[in-house]
C-alpha cells in the first residue's frame, strides 16, 4: 500500500496551520501536527516492510 497520498494531505495541513491560524493557535496544534506527521512518515514504513 502507498502512503504518499496521506504525507501529501499531511503537507499541505501543515501549510494549512501556518497560514491560517495565529502562531499561538499554530503552536497549539503542531504537537498533534507532528505527531502524525512521524506516524506516516517513510522510515515507519520501511521499518515495517510496507
Do not use: C, D, K
Not at 24 to 32: D, F, H, I, K, S
Amino acid at each position: 500500500m502507498h502512503w504518499e497520498l496521506i504525507r501529501q494531505m499531511l503537507h499541505f495541513l501543515g501549510q494549512e496551520i501556518q497560514t491560517r491560524l495565529t502562531p499561538q493557535q499554530a503552536n497549539t496544534l503542531m504537537p498533534y501536527f507532528q505527531a502524525l506527521w512521524q506516524m506516516f512518515s517513510p522510515e515507519v514504513f520501511a521499518e515495517l516492510g510496507l
